[in-house]
């Protein structure tokens, strides 16, 4: 697909998928409202913005309904605690937010699968999974009530860089099977972000379930040339149309200022500045 692109039709392309993100300590109003205008630039609306949910209600005005609103709970470290799901999920929907990034309770899911070997092929195999079975059963009483709120959607978030392939296997089989509208792969804060081949997995889970969730990219992601790796791996998996922000989103907090650079100046911010791209 990026041979068919001009590089600024990349951008543009990559921009349109963006959850534009601000989860930092340092998050303050006037940092919100400077993401938030960044997201209705004049060249391309992002998908969404990302922030923690006290910013939530301030950037759903800000945006005026020009762009969704994303806001994160369980996050960063992916608890198991039914109380604190709860309240977090209920403050989130009382900011009226459009979509929900759930950390999925993947050190739960470690602990159940200690034993079990690293190396995992047949994706096909992994309902058979003594894990799987358990984990799905703690899962309910998490993903039956995000998933049956019809009007937010919901993007569970594996941070597949810290489980082997085995177990970013069983943890997308299980948000396939409660029907999440996108499997993400990172939080950006914990061990490494997003990677091909775990997106790999995750792509042909969503094949093999012959499925409507989506997929999200995040951690790490700075450039319109790693995006697009992304998205050309996407796009020969599960076809052209799953390239659409209703299945496909890239979550980054550094990537604004590559696309803006293709897109002002028809060139890739160099190696310097990528360094220093740690923001939006
Ligand atoms: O949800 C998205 C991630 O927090 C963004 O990660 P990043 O800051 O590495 O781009």
Redesign the pocket.
Known sequence: MSSELTLQEQALLVMSLT?L?S?DDKDNFNSIQDLCSKAINPYQHTAAV?VYKEFAAYAKYLLNNQVKVAT?INF?DGALDFTRFTFEYAYALSQQVDEI?YVFPWRKLIELTQDQEYEFKDLSQVTNNSAYQEMREIMQKYLQPLCNNQNTKIKV?LESGSLTPLQIAIASQICLDYGVDFI?T????HGE?AKLTDAEIIFKLIKLNQSKTGF?A?????TVAQAMEYINLGAKILGQDFIAPQTFRF?????YKDIISILTHGKSISSQELGQA?SY
């Open positions: 959850d993100t989860l990302c994160v960063p990034d978030i993400k990172s939080t950006g804060k972000g999200k995040s951690g790490g992601i700075k979550g980054a907090s550094g990537i740690s």
